[in-house]
Structures are given as C-alpha cells and as structure tokens.
C-alpha cells in the first residue's frame, strides 16, 4: 500500500450537507455575476418601462406600481430558474445528489434558499428605489418589501419543481413559465393586494398571513415534489 | 465492522424504450469480490449499473443487497455506495478542492485539508488543489474524481468505464485502488472495454446478451 488514506475521516449530518450545497450555490452564482445581475437588471428595466409606456400621470402610475413591481418580479425570479439544476445534470453533479445518503429533498431544499437569496432577496432590496418612480410613499414602499420578502421565497421553491420537470426537455424556457406562472397567480394577488389594501384603508394582515401560509406550503411540499421530478428526469 | 456485505441480482431484466435490453441475470457478489460486465455496446451495461444504483428503476427482477432489495433500503444502501458515472460531476467553475469538499459532503464527510491534499498527490494532481476544474485536462479530471473514490468508505463502487481517458499509471492507479478496496472486504461492479487485471482477484465475469 503506498500512501493510504487515513480512515478517520470526519463524517457530518444532514444540515452540515445542506450548509455545504448552500455555501457552493452562493459561492457559484457570486463566481457567475452575470446570473445574479441578469434578473436584477431585467426587473429594473421592465418596471421602468411601465412609466415610459402609459405616460406621466400620477395617479395612474401610483395606483399602478404594486401590480407592475410584482409582475415584474415574478418575470425576474422566472429567468434565473432555468440553470437551477441544468449545470448539474450537465456535469452529473445531480445524479451524486440523488445518490447522497441525505434525502434529496433537503438538498433541494438548500438549493431553493440559495436561489431565493441570489436572485429574490436582491429584487427585494430593490424594489423600493423602483418604487419612487411610481410615486409611492414611505409607509407602501415597506409593505411592498415586506410582501415580496414573504413572496419571493415561495417563487423560488415553487419555481424549482418547473425547474425539475423542464430538465432535460428541448425549448426548456418557454414550457417552464407555461407551467409555472400559473402557480405564482396566488402569490401575486395577496403580494400586490396587501399594498393596494393599505392603500384603500384596509388591513393588510390578512393578505401578509396569506402570503406567509403559501410560503410554509410550499416549504413543505414543493421539495417533495422537485425531488420526485428530479429522480423522473435522471431515469 | 459490519456484516460483511453481499450484493445479488436475481432475474433481473431491462426494458428500454420498449426494446427488451437483457432478461434473467443472475449474479451474485460477496465481500472481496468483483464483477466485470462486459458486452457489446448498447446491450445495457450502463443501464444495468444505474439500476444497481438505483438511478433508474428496477422494473423486472431484483437487486439485493445483504439480502434485501435495494428499494426497500435505499438510504442505507446510498451510504455503501459511490458511483462513478460516464459524467466526472465536476463543476467547471469551482477550484479542484472545493469540487472534491463538496462531492465528500454529499457523501457525510468532511475529510481535512491534510486528508484531501494526500488523496490529491497520490493520484498525481499535488499542488493542482486550488487550480480550477475548467483548467484541467479530461485525464485530470478524471482523477479528481476518483479521488472522492478513495476518499469515500462506501463498501459498494459501481464505476462505469472508469479508465476513459486514463494515462497508463493513472489506469494501474485505480486498479491498485480497486485491489486496495476488495483487500479490505468492499465490492466493485466495474464495466469497460479495457481489461484491466485488479491485483490477484480473479474477476466474476458476467457478459451481457441481447435478448
């Protein structure tokens, strides 16, 4: 035996492999700038264009914003989907993630959180510069974020089973948003209701606690889902 | 040390896009053992391997190992497995360590850096650690992936053609590696095209037909 390799080799537990898939994807998308500001940029541009397109009058574009920011939202967080597995099942990283004593699930998981922290959490942060041009005061800008911070989340855990089913397939673009858009259709009545509400002098609470059920929802279902998805789409 | 471990295939058959690959292989495998599945192309040999792993499903038949199906177990059985596929699953963009950090901790473990520079130099690629994959050639990369080989206790490897690509030393390497495993009670299911003898261990042969 030349050099053997010492037996006494560290072993961790699940959430140390789910802080190693997160710390790479973030570690990757930092590496890969542009897929970090391709999303960012398209949502500032197309929220700009709104204001250009129907023309300067104020009230139009006040009562417009919370709808146009979060549409314009959901087209971002839909751009960077795509990629969410394709380098991985290019490179045969998935198949050692099907194989990995951890469930899947978890590591799917770990890899919705970093593609919400990538490419939601920075339209979050966002949004309220965007939100001036529309003319909205302090109080909806704070609401917006608040509802996209709650939003973005289960766009990104939803989104990654359109990922999942769309692997592999031809034209895997247009087919993912043809799936998934329609499931961000509760997402954006409770995120843009809970800014129009307030606007009208209602309550928002119940549009936020709407907003938070979805995301426990799909916290718990949509990685069983993706990770069933995934195993169809290595056979 | 746990029971000392077997894997067996009873009937086992494919089926792919309709087409009937292989039917009623039986094997069986025990500690210190390893199978060579040879065959002509396109008679399901990668297929038969990513039904051991259980990548693809096992529709006709059925794989135990230790004497359960591997279905029934499939947590436990992913812990005494490592896979090396046609596919290195390198990331191109990240540094030859954080790949081979990173293929460890999907396995549960944390080798150290002494742990992973040692694997590294012994497969040829010392001082190679913090160059990025994309850098390499498709022999290095190749090594670098089976440095997670040497590094993983798995008792169960499954290697598609794992000397493709391989220089000469680096394809005795792995063979020596391979010995090194059976020598220590583990299993190795292996296809290629090349035979290569893995230190005194006669193989068990199973060639594969078209049905």
């Given at each position: 035996?030349?050099?053997?390799?010492?037996?006494?080799?560290?072993?961790?537990?699940?959430?140390?492999?789910?802080?190693?898939?997160?710390?790479?994807?973030?570690?990757?998308?930092?590496?890969?700038?542009?897929?970090?500001?391709?999303?960012?940029?398209?949502?500032?541009?197309?929220?700009?264009?709104?204001?250009?397109?129907?023309?300067?009058?104020?009230?139009?574009?006040?009562?417009?914003?919370?709808?146009?920011?979060?549409?314009?939202?959901?087209?971002?967080?839909?751009?960077?989907?795509?990629?969410?597995?394709?380098?991985?099942?290019?490179?045969?990283?998935?198949?050692?993630?099907?194989?990995?004593?951890?469930?899947?699930?978890?590591?799917?998981?770990?890899?919705?959180?970093?593609?919400?922290?990538?490419?939601?959490?920075?339209?979050?942060?966002?949004?309220?510069?965007?939100?001036?041009?529309?003319?909205?005061?302090?109080?909806?800008?704070?609401?917006?974020?608040?509802?996209?911070?709650?939003?973005?989340?289960?766009?990104?855990?939803?989104?990654?089973?359109?990922?999942?089913?769309?692997?592999?397939?031809?034209?895997?673009?247009?087919?993912?948003?043809?799936?998934?858009?329609?499931?961000?259709?509760?997402?954006?009545?409770?995120?843009?209701?809970?800014?129009?509400?307030?606007?009208?002098?209602?309550?928002?609470?119940?549009?936020?606690?709407?907003?938070?059920?979805?995301?426990?929802?799909?916290?718990?279902f949509s990685p069983l889902a993706t990770a069933a998805a995934l195993r169809i789409s290595l056979e | 040390m746990k029971s000392t471990p077997s894997l067996s295939f009873s009937k086992l058959g494919c089926v792919k896009g309709g087409r009937q690959l292989f039917k009623g292989v039986d094997c069986h495998l025990d500690a210190g053992q390893w199978l060579y599945v040879t065959g002509a192309n396109g008679v399901g040999k990668t297929s038969l391997l990513r039904m051991v792993c259980g990548l693809a499903s096992v529709e006709e038949g059925h794989i135990l190992?230790?004497?359960?199906?591997?279905?029934?177990?499939?947590?436990?059985?992913?812990?005494?497995?490592?896979?090396?596929?046609?596919?290195?699953?390198?990331?191109?963009?990240?540094?030859?360590?954080?790949?081979?950090?990173?293929?460890?901790?999907?396995?549960?473990?944390?080798?150290?850096?002494?742990?992973?520079?040692?694997?590294?130099?012994?497969?040829?690629?010392?001082?190679?650690?913090?160059?990025?994959?994309?850098?390499?050639?498709?022999?290095?990369?190749?090594?670098?992936?089976?440095?997670?080989?040497?590094?993983?206790?798995?008792?169960?490897?499954?290697?598609?053609?794992?000397?493709?690509?391989?220089?000469?030393?680096?394809?005795?390497?792995?063979?020596?590696?391979?010995?090194?495993?059976?020598?220590?009670?583990?299993?190795?299911?292996?296809?290629?095209?090349?035979?290569?003898?893995?230190?005194?261990?006669?193989?068990?042969?199973?060639?594969?037909?078209?049905?």
């Open positions: 035996m030349s050099t053997s390799i010492p037996t006494s080799i560290q072993t961790i537990g699940i959430s140390r492999v789910m802080l190693a898939v997160l710390k790479r994807e973030i570690a990757l998308g930092l590496r890969q700038k542009g897929e970090v500001l391709t999303p960012l940029i398209f949502f500032m541009v197309v929220a700009s264009l709104f204001p250009l397109g129907v023309g300067a009058e104020s009230n139009l574009l006040l009562r417009m914003a919370p709808g146009v920011l979060w549409v314009s939202a959901l087209l971002a967080a839909m751009l960077s989907l795509q990629r969410m597995f394709a380098t991985d099942h290019a490179d045969g990283s998935l198949e050692q993630m099907v194989l990995s004593s951890t469930p899947l699930g978890l590591l799917v998981l770990a890899k919705a959180l970093a593609h919400f922290l990538l490419s939601g959490l920075p339209l979050v942060l966002v949004a309220p510069v965007l939100g001036l041009q529309f003319g909205l005061d302090g109080r909806a800008l704070g609401i917006l974020m608040v509802s996209l911070l709650l939003g973005t989340p289960t766009l990104s855990l939803v989104g990654s089973i359109g990922a999942a089913l769309t692997l592999g397939v031809r034209g895997a673009g247009v087919l993912l948003s043809l799936l998934i858009l329609p499931l961000y259709i509760p997402v954006l009545i409770f995120g843009a209701g809970a800014v129009e509400a307030d606007a009208a002098g209602l309550g928002i609470g119940g549009h936020l606690s709407l907003l938070a059920a979805l995301l426990v929802l799909s916290l718990f | 190992w230790n004497g359960t199906p591997i279905q029934k177990q499939f947590d436990a059985y992913h812990q005494d497995l490592c896979y090396l596929g046609h596919l290195n699953a390198l990331q191109e963009s990240m540094t030859v360590d954080e790949n081979l950090r990173f293929t460890s901790a999907l396995g549960g473990l944390a080798p150290n850096a002494l742990q992973r520079r040692e694997v590294l130099s012994r497969f040829g690629l010392r001082g190679r650690n913090a160059q990025l994959v994309r850098h390499l050639s498709q022999g290095q990369k190749r090594r670098v992936a089976l440095s997670r080989l040497a590094l993983s206790p798995a008792r169960l490897w499954v290697l598609d053609e794992p000397y493709v690509a391989m220089d000469e030393a680096g394809v005795q390497m792995l063979a020596d590696l391979i010995a090194e495993h059976l020598a220590q009670g583990g299993l190795t299911v292996l296809t290629s095209h090349q035979r290569v003898p893995i230190g005194h261990v006669p193989p068990q042969l199973l060639e594969l037909q078209a049905a």
